[in-house]
């Protein structure tokens, strides 16, 4: 995440991914600190590592294309169940008012 300093030219950097050189490719570091207008930073390490058994679990438990596409479905289907029923009450609650303005329009009877 990155944010400038109101006023100057920097900005602050915060859990910004640092990109990693190397012949496994497979480390994810972060960093923080302050990038300065130029492109040269000050910033020290946060975190990093491999984190492969979090990569691992992720993959397992990510939802797949067709997964995100049935779910999307579903949603829409409730999504038009729900305003075609609350048209209905509108429809319905709109008869009432009707019905109810017409009777009391109508003398009575004494």
């Known amino acids: 995440m990155r944010f400038k300093i109101p006023g100057k030219n920097r900005h602050i950097r915060i859990f910004e991914r640092v990109q990693v050189d190397t012949d496994e490719g497979d480390?994810?570091?972060?960093?923080?600190?302050?990038?300065?207008?130029?492109?040269?930073?000050d910033t020290l390490v946060l975190f990093?590592?491999?984190?492969?058994?979090?990569?691992n679990w992720y993959n397992e438990t990510a939802f797949?294309?067709?997964?995100?596409?049935?779910?999307?479905?579903?949603?829409?289907?409730a999504k038009a169940e729900h305003e075609a029923m609350m048209q209905k009450r509108k429809q319905k609650e709109t008869?009432?008012?009707?019905?109810?303005?017409?009777?009391?329009e109508q003398p009575a009877v004494v």
């Open 27 to 41: 480390y994810d570091i972060f960093d923080g600190g302050i990038e300065h207008s130029d492109g040269t930073r």
């Open 64 to 77: 797949s294309d067709e997964d995100r596409a049935k779910a999307k479905a579903e949603l829409d289907d």
């Open 95 to 104: 008869s009432v008012k009707s019905s109810e303005e017409s009777t009391s």
């Open 48 to 55: 990093g590592g491999s984190f492969a058994t979090a990569k």
